[in-house]
């Protein structure tokens, strides 16, 4: 039962475009969402994350917007840059276990070309 | 001001043997999070821990599997009778406080199973 999916395995993008990876769950107690950039051979780093109570949050290049009512979340990143190349890992956690779990999607692997 | 530490960083174990996956959290983190990444999947929850406690263990496989964080030392993740399933990517995070949203991951123990 995959409860965090991510349906896309690849993206590719042109520096300087925008890279919109996108992710949709079907939990409805989950109420906090982050997303987790990988390097090869190394551990997931926290990127970005949303409460269930806000549409969207902005960190510089990122912005994640979530949609509740269909149960879906994207990641912008503008303008891409060839160090973004990475899995992106969108993740979700809920009430029923206080937040100490994440459910992981699968992950998309992002190339920015220059 | 040291990360996650997990060592080793690659183990091999043949068949039947024994594999024991060390964590040292971040200074100040009592929160000790397990997570498993078999090939072309996400990161899967297997269990979490406080110092002595183990307060979910709802991802952990019901046999062959244990998990301890003592009083000093490391957590340790254990597999007893190891088999070719079990090769996997296994990263530790840890947390100041029980929030998924707090974590920060190690490097991760890539363990071969031959």
């Known amino acids: 039962d995959q409860q965090v999916k991510q349906n896309s395995p690849s993206l590719s993008v042109q520096e300087g475009r925008i890279s919109i990876l996108n992710c949709d769950y079907t939990n409805s107690m989950f109420d906090y969402f982050l997303w987790y950039k990988k390097y090869p051979a190394e551990g997931p780093t926290f990127l970005i994350s ?60 992002l190339t920015v070309n220059p | 001001n040291a990360g996650v530490m997990q060592n080793p960083r690659h183990l091999v174990r043949r068949r039947g043997q024994e594999a024991r996956l060390r964590c040292s959290p971040m200074k100040g983190h009592s929160h000790v999070y397990w997570y498993r990444q078999l090939p072309e999947e996400g990161l899967k929850f297997m269990v979490y821990l406080q110092k002595e406690n183990i307060i979910d263990e709802s991802g952990m496989p019901k046999e062959r599997f244990s998990a301890e964080f003592p009083k000093e030392g490391p957590s340790i993740l254990r597999i007893q009778q190891v088999v070719r399933g079990d090769s996997a990517a296994y990263f530790c995070a840890s947390s100041r406080a029980a929030y998924g949203y707090g974590y920060t991951f190690g490097s991760g123990t890539r363990l071969t199973v031959v």
């Open chain 1, 50 to 109: 949303i409460s269930s109570i806000k549409d969207k949050n902005e960190d510089g290049r990122f912005t994640v917007f979530l949609n509740k009512s269909a149960k879906h979340l994207s990641l912008h990143i503008v303008p891409s840059q060839p160090g973004d190349s990475a899995v992106y890992f969108c993740a979700a956690s809920g009430q029923e276990t206080s937040g100490s779990r994440l459910t992981f999607g699968e992950g998309t692997q």
